[in-house]
């Protein structure tokens, strides 16, 4: 086989690519174009103030105010990672450090479990487990609101974070547990000084994607929150809604052009949060992978020790001792 014909054959799977590439890029941008003209409409009948500003949803009404439906939401995905983060934290830490070969296995494979299961058997557990003891617990008349979806969304985004949280922990763990233990580092020194400040970009990246799980979710929160949507509720025991959750609910019944319109709108800004984290991950991730820059060759000059890095932040504290 020749140069031209390889040349053709490389030029030719370079414009697969290309054009695949291209057809995404448009696709994404006619998305967006799309739901945000749809949505837009809403604002020639309706106000944006009471949109973005109005405490109350209700389609009877003709009353469109996002603030409860982000309400839920910004709660449910707060508290989730509230919980969620450093249990995934320690248990990606066991998982490396702690738990023999068999133990992590099995603790692995059940992650991996609840990463396939689908929303809507978490949901179903948690009407059937969760919603009764809230409402005995609490004397919630429905058991459903805030909480119930909480506790369902930290089972649902604790597979993403430990998953991603482990893989970080153990690529640095193992570059860096051989100079710990040659400084005479002990195991709690090795994991708060010098291996969990190394993985915290792959952490990082970690909590937005399970911010992502929990503010996207819908099937399993919507079964379990109360779809509440003319207030802000009071406690966290209260029925309230999420933003995916209302537009689930409501979308196939909206009738009315301008309903329609205001839940579109509301789907335009799950849109722009979705768009912001895929940027964060991306801004995380390439951050953490950059190089150095190659540089000549140059007689070496004596430096001074970072004092940014752990290990010789972990040496200073042992001397000091």
Known sequence: MNTATLRRKAIFVQSIFFATAAVLILTSIALVLFIGSQGLRLFTTYSPADFFFGTSWNQSTHTYGVIPLLYGSLMTTFLTLLVSVPLAILVAIFMVEVAPAPMRRVMRSTV?????????IFGLLALTIIVPWVRETFNAPLGKGILPATIVLIFMVQPTIVTITEDAVRTSAASLR????????????????????????????????????????????????????????????????????????QLPEAADPQTRSALIMVGFLLLIIAFALILSVRTVTGRSSKKPKAVKAEAPEPVSPDPRDPLRELEREMEAS
């Open 112 to 120: 991996e479990l609840f990463a396939a299961l689908p929303s809507v």
């Open 178 to 249: 051989e100079a710990c233990h040659a400084v005479g580092a002990t195991r709690w020194q090795m994991l708060s000084g010098v291996i969990i400040p190394a993985s915290r970009q792959g952490i990082l990246t970690a909590v937005i994607l399970g911010l992502g799980r929990a503010v996207g979710e819908t099937m399993a929160v919507q079964m379990v929150i109360g779809n509440i949507t003319v207030r802000i509720p009071k406690t966290l025991t209260e029925g309230a809604t999420t933003m995916p959750a209302t537009i689930v609910t």
